[in-house]
């Protein structure tokens, strides 16, 4: 799919990954509605990329009803999602205090899982009504209707000691991959993750420059964080290639987590 002029969404837009895939997606020539519970940050990046701040918490069924309508009122139904919105949230299982608080892991999961199941339902009813683009170039076109890619991370395969709400919610959006691609195939919609290692978001740059020269080194090649411009790059290949789908692509320079 050509971007150029398609209407497209960007949960959790307005900063970090999000930010620098919504900013790609606006210079590719998308209409681009940022997704945000920061409100302010989202009509910044909006106001940056001529797109449109949309407040929304992702968790919550009525939230994204809302901003899905807004983003269709605006710039007409998504053919493009991209799921940024997400929390960490480090806590042992076992910690100093005890069991870790059952509402902290089902946060984590109704952020990062359930936030990204909810958009990529609604998301998907609003592309399955859309006609299918053709290739000018050939005689019949694939039949594509839209494209969605979730955040998963590193984390879903070797997550460290105290992830383990973390890497349970990342480990579900790689699982859920290809049951999505198979059953919205029939409508031609397709659906991948990106599994992005160490970045350099905003979280990151906060921490010492020792801690983050360390995390760095532990990265085969290249030896250095990832930029969300790399990750943004990726959005939009998957996006232009339409034999991707069901995929769940590390993007990590060969990083293998340890254990801590």
């Known amino acids: ?15 970090g990954l999000g930010a620098e895939t919504a900013r790609h997606l606006a210079r590719a020539g998308a209409k681009v ?11 910044k990046m909006a106001a940056e990329i001529g797109g449109l701040a949309v407040a929304c918490d992702v968790s919550k069924a009525g939230s994204a009803e809302q901003g899905i309508r807004a983003a269709r009122e605006a710039h007409g139904p998504a053919r493009i999602l991209v799921n940024c919105a997400g929390i960490v949230g480090p806590k042992r299982i076992l910690g100093k205090e005890g069991p870790m608080p059952l509402d ?18 609604l998301a998907a009813a609003d592309m399955a009504a859309l006609d299918p683009l053709s290739d000018p170039l050939e005689e019949r076109g694939d039949g594509e209707r839209g494209v969605i890619i979730s955040t998963a991370s590193v984390a879903a395969y070797e997550g460290q000691v105290g992830q383990a709400a973390y890497s349970a919610s990342k480990g579900g959006i790689a699982a859920l991959q290809m049951p999505a691609a198979r059953e919205l195939a029939q409508f031609g919609i397709r659906c991948c993750a990106i599994a992005p290692g160490i970045m350099l978001t905003p979280m990151m740059s ?11 080194a532990s990265v085969p090649f290249p030896r250095r964080f990832g930029k969300p411009s790399e990750y ?6 998957i996006i232009e290639n339409v034999l991707l789908n069901g995929e769940v692509i590390r993007l990590d320079g060969a990083l293998r987590m340890p254990p801590r």
């Open 104 to 121: 902290h892991f089902a946060k984590v999961i109704a952020v990062n899982l359930i936030g990204s199941f909810n958009m990529l339902r």
């Open 232 to 237: 943004a790059s990726l959005v939009l290949h």
């Open 33 to 43: 509605a940022v997704f945000d519970l920061n409100t302010e940050d989202a009509k």
């Open 1 to 15: 799919m050509n971007p150029h002029g398609e209407s497209a969404i960007v949960t959790g837009g307005a900063s």
């Open 206 to 216: 906060s921490l010492p420059q020792e801690v983050q020269d360390g995390l760095a």
